[in-house]
């Protein structure tokens, strides 16, 4: 049986569980020491948060998770860089990129951690639904660079009905129409007054590329913000703060694919160069201290 995402049934939110191994026999998370359940290909289904991380901020509805690698395990301390490639931080990710639910359970917190007024005072307890809404690197209190998510509670209109997964290949996909299943809807498009302001100046044309789509209706084109709004990063709604972007580069931009320049020429991450310029108007003004944060959250270069 592949991966289940959802509620699984008979073990609502708020159930208590003695170990991981109970929630591992209730099928509410599939490993017994590893945090992350899941794979890159499959996304993840269910996280455990127990303050093993000492960069883990939970805020209730609002978790900014630290990801999985480079951690003594008897220190709990971070030794070394993580990698998002690694296996849980993969299927991180991949849940953030198709919108799946992931179960977030929380355990007692180790005492030589911050202690967590959400935490429970022993064993294990589901606590619902969250979808994972961004993820960025930074350097970690111990020196080292740490890969973080911030997860949101996800509402009683947002849930899916439980799936189970299991990734098939295209050549083994049977004929037919597409099965009809539900899913999360992840990402929210802003479309504040300032975004307008901001689209307004390039006609809907995408800064990056160039690109203004057109559909029933006029154009369309996608306000990013360069420094993200909300914990941790806090980053302002205003223009200095904003791109118009078309869909594809949006999505770039917000998962480090393209980063810019502090001359504002945009970098290609997975191509490793510059891939032209910046298209700024004249009543742009962009602040260049929001474009230095969103660099440092995807590369150690200054």
């Known amino acids: 049986m592949g991966i289940q995402f959802g509620h699984i049934p008979d073990h609502p939110a708020g159930s208590p569980f003695r170990s991981r191994e109970a929630l591992r026999i209730a099928g509410l998370h599939t ?86 007024p959400f935490a429970p005072d022993s064993g294990y307890r589901y606590d619902g639904l969250y979808r994972v809404e961004g993820h960025w690197s930074k350097m970690g209190v111990d020196g080292f660079r740490v890969w973080q998510f911030r997860l949101v509670a996800l509402a009683e209109n947002e849930i899916a009905t439980p799936k189970n997964v299991e990734p098939v290949l295209a050549e083994k996909a049977a004929p037919g129409p597409a099965p009809v299943t539900t899913s999360v809807v992840q990402r929210i498009v802003r479309n504040s007054i300032v975004a307008q302001i901001v689209k307004s100046w390039y006609s809907h044309e995408c800064q990056i590329c160039g690109l203004a789509i057109e559909v029933g209706g006029g154009l369309y084109s996608e306000g990013a913000h360069i420094r993200a709004l909300g914990q941790p990063h806090h980053g302002p709604d205003v223009p200095e703060n ?32 510059a891939v032209g310029r910046l298209r700024v108007h004249r009543d742009h003004h962009i602040d260049l201290n929001h474009v230095a944060y969103h660099r440092q959250c995807w590369t150690t270069s200054s």
């Open 242 to 273: 904003l791109l118009c972007l078309c869909p594809n580069d949006h999505v770039r931009f917000d998962n480090g694919a393209l980063y810019l320049l502090d001359d504002l020429r945009v970098f290609d991450a997975l191509a490793g160069q």
């Open 31 to 116: 490993q017994n020491m590893a945090g992350i359940s899941g794979t890159g290909k499959t996304g993840a289904d269910a996280i455990v948060v127990s303050g093993g991380y000492v960069d883990d901020k939970d805020y209730g509805n609002v978790i900014i998770y630290t990801g999985h690698g480079g951690r003594d395990p008897n220190t709990g301390r971070q030794i070394r860089d993580q990698d998002i490639n690694d296996l849980g931080n993969a299927a991180l990710v991949r849940s953030e990129l198709e919108g799946l639910p992931v179960r977030v359970i929380r355990g007692r917190h180790n005492k030589k951690h911050q202690q967590s």
